[in-house]
């Protein structure tokens, strides 16, 4: 989208010459063509109030909800405590995920300590039983 020197309306893509030469050998003031951008911009042509006033722009208000089983009342009281405090909160729950964790390791520790000895005592008994001929055997005799 380029602007024509003379006029200076939009030239779109395809649509007529791209270059006007401006060096003025037609001796042509573009001020003074009644048509012409440059002439209806200098005497305040077609623009009307509504025109001119721009746009009004919405901005974004940061608005804050509830979050998943926690009110707005008790996210506020979170967030106006000391720092101290929920350091301090933070310490203990992570504490306590460390407790619960080394304690299903141990029950997981547990049950695998009694399934080894439940294969052992399984190998056992299957080593006291007196071995199968197999049928290659059997033919011999």
């Known amino acids: ?19 006007v030469r401006a060096h003025f050998l037609a001796k042509k003031n573009p001020r003074k063509f009644l048509w012409t951008q440059v ?17 009004k722009t919405r901005k974004n208000v940061k608005f804050q909800r509830a979050i998943a089983g926690v009110s707005v009342e008790q996210l506020k009281a979170k967030r106006t405590q000391p720092p101290e405090v929920r350091a301090a909160a933070r310490a203990e ?15 997981k ?10 294969r052992a005592q399984a190998k056992q008994t299957k080593a006291s039983k007196p071995a199968k001929a197999s049928k290659a055997q059997m033919k011999r005799y």
């Open 109 to 118: 520790k547990e049950e695998k300590a009694k399934q080894t000895a439940n």
């Open 93 to 107: 729950a992570i504490k306590k995920a460390k407790a619960k964790k080394a304690e299903s390791e141990a029950k």
């Open 39 to 55: 002439y209806r911009r200098l005497n305040k042509k077609g623009i009307n109030a509504d025109e001119v006033a721009k746009k």
């Open 1 to 19: 989208l380029e602007i024509c020197n003379f006029s200076g309306y939009k030239i779109y893509p395809g649509r007529g010459r791209t270059f």
